[in-house]
């Protein structure tokens, strides 16, 4: 993963996407299989260093707290700051990112339905 990820050349759309499926992960919400909800959390690893367009430091601290301590409160706190998070990336900005994991070898096609499915 992070042999990909030093060759990705991610614009920051494409790490905002990487966020959003992280919130996503941890609010319980994400319908992906097992193996690829590890894959994304390893990616969001090597990836929340690097800057996104819309998504910073707020989802990020969210994200650290979930890894300390996931309390029912904080799932209700990251499941409301997903959605906004999903308002501020397009559709089509996240469809791309999916063809692009799916092409690259990062997820299955089978994921296609599941990844951001909102």
Not at 65 to 75: D, G, K, P, R
Request: hydrophobic share 40%; proline share 2%.
């Amino acid at each position: 993963m992070a042999n990909w990820l030093r060759t990705a050349s991610l614009c920051s759309a494409e790490v905002d996407c990487i966020t959003a499926v992280m919130l996503k992960i941890l609010d319980g919400k994400c319908k992906m299989p097992a193996d690829e909800k590890q894959r994304m959390t390893a990616l969001y690893a090597q990836a929340k260093s690097l800057q996104g367009k819309y998504l910073g430091a707020f989802y990020h601290q969210l994200i650290a707290q979930a890894h300390t301590s996931l309390t029912e409160a904080l799932v209700t706190r990251i499941y409301e700051a997903r959605v906004l998070a999903e308002t501020q990336i397009s559709r089509p900005v996240m469809k791309r990112f999916k063809a692009r994991l799916r092409r690259e070898g990062i997820l299955s096609d089978q994921s296609d339905q599941t990844l951001a499915a909102r």
